[in-house]
C-alpha cells in the first residue's frame, strides 16, 4: 500500500470514519486461451483451464502487503496452445503482459512484455493448483506464480529503487527449485536464453543490467508520473532511463532483460517523445537506436518534430 494512502487509512479509522476496504489480493489479471492448434473437441478443458489460471492467479496472497482494489495490478497472460500430444498433456507459448498508472492520469503504461516460448505442462479438467515456494510441485503452479513475482517485483522497481528485490529473490528461488524437474525454460540452455532462467539471472543475479532496474524507476516514477506538473524534468529523467538501458546493453548486448525493456516500452517512448524538446529528441534517438537498431524507422521519425 502506497505511502499516502496508509496515511488516509490511518485518518479514516482514527477519526472514525468509514474504513477502506481493503483485499490482500494483488493481482488482477486476465488469461486467455487460444487452442486453435490443439485437436480436440473437448474445448470445455480450456474453458476450465482459463478460470483455474485466473484463480490460482488473482485470488492468492502473494505478499504481506495490503492493497487496495485500484491497486491491484493489471496485466494479461496470453496462452497459445501450439500442440497436445496427448490427452491433457499440452505444449504451449505463453506471453506475459503488466501495466501500472500513470500518476493523475488514466493511462496505464506497459512495464513487461514478455514472451516465453517453451513450456510444456500436463492438465485435466477441474484440477487443483497449489503452490509452495520451497519445493517444485508441477509446471503449471511453478510458471504461474514464477511470472507473479516477476510482475511484482517490476512493478515494485517503478515505484523505488531497487523495490523488487524480495519478490525477485523468490522467482529465483522458483527457478532453482523447477531445475530437478528438468523441464525445459528452468536452465542454463546454451541454446535458449529467452527463458525463465536468464531472465532472472538478468534482473537480479547479473550486476551488468542492474542500470535497466535504475531505468525502469527513472522512467516511471521520475519521468511518466511527473509528466503533467514537470514535464521539462521528466523527459530528463526518461532520458537518462534510455540512456541507461542503452549503456547496459553495449557492455551486454541482445540481453533478455533489455530485449524484454524494448519490446514493453519502445513504441510508448516512440509517441510520448514527440512531445518532448529537439534537443531530448535528438539525444533519445541516438540511444534508441544503440539499444534497438531494428526498430530505426520508428524512432527516427522522432528527428521529424
Known amino acids: 500500500m502506497k505511502y499516502w494512502q496508509h496515511i488516509l487509512f490511518l485518518c479514516f479509522f482514527l477519526g472514525g470514519g468509514l474504513p477502506l476496504t481493503l ?18 473437441q473437448e474445448k470445455e478443458v480450456f ?7 485466473e484463480q490460482f492467479l488473482n485470488n492468492r496472497n502473494w505478499t504481506n502487503e ?5 491497486e491491484r495490478i493489471k496485466g494479461n497472460v496470453l496462452i497459445t496452445i501450439n500442440d497436445m500430444p496427448q490427452v491433457g498433456f499440452y505444449n504451449a507459448t505463453v506471453q506475459i ?18 514472451i516465453d516460448r517453451n513450456w510444456s505442462f500436463e492438465y485435466l479438467q477441474n484440477q487443483p493448483l ?8 508441477n509446471n503449471i503452479s511453478s510458471l504461474l506464480s514464477y511470472y ?30 523447477a531445475q530437478q524437474s528438468n523441464r525445459a525454460g528452468w536452465g542454463a540452455s546454451g541454446s535458449d536464453r529467452r527463458n525463465r532462467y536468464w531472465l532472472t539471472n538478468d534482473i537480479y543475479i547479473s550486476s551488468v543490467y542492474g542500470p535497466i532496474r535504475e531505468a525502469l524507476y527513472l522512467y516511471h516514477r521520475r519521468g511518466m508520473d511527473l509528466l503533467g506538473t514537470r514535464q521539462e ?34 513504441e510508448e517512448i516512440a509517441k ?30 522522432l528527428l521529424k518534430g
Open 23 to 40: 483485499v490482500a489480493q494483488e493481482l488482477n489479471l486476465q488469461v486467455i486461451i487460444n487452442s486453435e492448434r490443439a485437436r480436440t
Open 47 to 53: 474453458e476450465d483451464m482459463k478460470v483455474t489460471f
Open 66 to 70: 495490503d492493497f487496495l482494489p485500484h
Open 97 to 114: 503482459q503488466a501495466v501500472r498508472p500513470v500518476h493523475g492520469t488514466n493511462y496505464e503504461s506497459m512495464y513487461l512484455n514478455f
Open 130 to 137: 497449489e503452490f509452495n515456494r520451497f519445493s517444485f510441485l
Open 148 to 177: 507473479a513475482y516477476i510482475i511484482l517485483g517490476l512493478d515494485a522497481d517503478t515505484f523505488a529503487l531497487r523495490g523488487g528485490d524480495p519478490y525477485f529473490e523468490i522467482a529465483n528461488n522458483i527457478v532453482n527449485n
Open 233 to 266: 524534468e521528466a523527459f530528463i529523467n526518461m532520458l537518462e532511463a534510455i540512456k541507461k538501458v542503452a549503456d547496459a546493453n553495449d557492455a551486454q548486448p541482445n540481453s533478455i532483460f533489455t530485449i524484454a525493456f524494448m519490446d514493453a516500452k519502445g
Open 272 to 301: 510520448i517523445f514527440r512531445l518532448a524538446s529537439p534537443e531530448i529528441r535528438a539525444e533519445a534517438v541516438k540511444a534508441l537506436l544503440r539499444v534497438d537498431p531494428n526498430n530505426a524507422k520508428r524512432y527516427n521519425e
